[in-house]
């Protein structure tokens, strides 16, 4: 069982990814809208993955007995003054989230609660690869600077990456389990 202080920081932590996912869709709607397809996809993959963090640790908190809580969610920027700007909010925020992860743990570790420890080292573990990620295509993005021709070769291999909902945690997993399709629930 969850103390409430923990409860509160893991509702607070869920939002924040939320957020998360949020934001990177603001980012692939900003590079549709400059035509670079491929960065917006890359976001798009972004905002997926995030979306899955959320429902991981809402998931997590409605196991150990206790209630998620849907927080607002902050309104992100729209746009920013080159990929570059973008790219570099991206490795500011992953940093900055890593930072807020290694909080949780100091919570679940004032709170004694190991089992809440345990469970955040897979987001303190994911957080390493997303700040090497982030890092990596920021440094790509700089090096193609206002060459059109190497940000058009950037744009082409981010838009490569490919997302798919782990398995738990599709969007209509009961839909599924009853022989619906997301285009039968159009209808």
């Known amino acids: 069982m969850l103390s409430e202080k923990m409860f509160e920081a893991l509702n607070v932590q869920a939002n924040r990814e939320l957020y998360s996912s949020y ?76 930072g807020l992860i290694r909080a949780l743990v100091g919570v679940s570790e004032a709170e004694k609660d190991e089992a809440t420890k345990s469970f955040l080292q897979w987001y303190l573990d994911e957080q390493v690869e997303e700040e090497e990620s982030s890092d990596n295509v920021l440094n790509l993005v700089k090096a193609a600077g206002n060459d059109n021709s190497a940000l058009q070769a950037a744009d082409a291999k981010l838009g490569q990456r490919r997302f798919k909902f782990p398995r738990g945690f599709e969007i209509f997993p009961y839909a599924a389990s009853l022989g619906l399709t997301i285009g039968s629930l159009k209808r």
């Open 23 to 98: 934001l990177y869709l603001s980012m692939s709607y900003y590079f549709e809208s400059v035509k670079l397809p491929g960065f917006a996809s890359w976001m798009r993959v972004q905002a997926g993955e995030e979306l899955v963090h959320t429902m991981k640790m809402l998931d997590y908190v409605a196991s150990a007995g206790g209630r998620a809580k849907m927080l607002a969610v902050e309104s992100p920027r729209e746009s920013w003054a080159s990929p570059v700007d973008a790219f570099q909010q991206v490795w500011d925020h992953e940093r900055a989230v890593s």
